[in-house]
């Protein structure tokens, strides 16, 4: 992540280590914790096929991040689309070894909208295997 901050730094223009110190000792003199990590599981149990068959049914809504960045492990099954510029949704198909990076709102507004955040959503698979996963 803190290779990825730096990066991210240099991209916007800023020092390298930029991104990395808005992140680390904010809320330390709380008392709370030493950096503003946050860690999500998200998990989608499996789905009937009854449920899968309604129309409009998806798993999870449209939506952007709130963070800085989400990095995303994905797992065979798929169902992440993402938001063009155009409007249109698109498939992010798992690419085995690979992680993707979501730009969250935080990030958009860091970059003065350089970074736009990701709109995305979790679309039912269309294999009832898949589903019962």
């Known amino acids: 992540t803190e290779m990825v901050l730096m ?3 240099l991209a916007i223009g800023k020092s390298v280590y930029f991104l990395s110190d808005l992140h680390h ?3 330390q003199s709380c008392g709370v914790v030493p950096n503003l990590t946050t860690l999500r599981v998200n998990h989608y149990p499996a789905v009937t ?3 899968a068959n309604r129309p409009g049914v998806i798993r999870c809504g449209q939506h952007t991040d709130y963070g800085t960045i989400t990095l995303l492990f ?10 063009t510029v155009s409007g249109q ?3 992010a198909r ?3 070894g690979a ?7 935080l990030l958009e507004t860091i970059s003065g909208g350089k970074f736009p955040a990701t709109q995305h959503r979790v679309i039912m ?8 996963k």
Request: proline share 10%; with cysteine; aromatic share 2%.
């Open 74 to 83: 994905q797992d065979d099954i798929g169902g992440l689309e993402v938001k």
């Open 125 to 132: 698979p269309t294999n009832e295997e898949e589903r019962s």
């Open 94 to 96: 798992p690419v085995p």
């Open 7 to 9: 990066c991210l730094s």
């Open 49 to 51: 096929t009854s449920l």
């Open 25 to 27: 000792g904010v809320l």
């Open 89 to 91: 949704w698109v498939p």
């Open 99 to 105: 992680v993707l990076l979501n730009v969250g709102d």
